[in-house]
Nanobody
């Protein structure tokens, strides 16, 4: 089995920055993709961004230009750097990863990010 553990959530002011992390129990080079999602009260879960196995990143329009995903292969960790935070970024942020030979993704438990004005 594979474990993913998020960390780094917290309270930040509007316009501020925060980095959250997703640490994997396996080498992140083995993952075909690692994805960041978020869940806000009363809203559907939405994908925030993805880093593919070749290092390519893709972002949702709502965070493009403000969020960035970075891989640290030495630490088996993927970071989500969040800048220019808005109140609507408040959510539980979760990572999931797709890794062969498993046919289903593995999920972390989530970390709360609260952006206050």
């Amino acid at each position: 089995q594979v474990q993913l553990v998020e960390s780094g959530g917290g309270l930040v002011q509007v316009g501020g920055s925060l980095t959250i992390s997703c640490k994997a129990s396996q080498a992140i080079s083995r993952f075909t993709s690692i994805n960041w999602f978020r869940e806000a009260p009363g809203k559907q879960r939405e994908v925030v961004g993805t880093v593919l196995g070749n290092g390519e990143t893709v972002y949702a329009d709502s965070v493009k230009g403000r969020f960035a995903i970075a891989r640290d292969e030495d630490k088996n960790t993927v970071h989500l750097q969040m800048n220019m935070l808005k109140s609507e970024d408040t959510a539980v942020y979760l990572c999931n990863g797709e890794i062969p030979p498993w046919s289903h993704p593995f999920w972390g438990q989530g970390t709360q990010v609260t952006v206050s004005s």
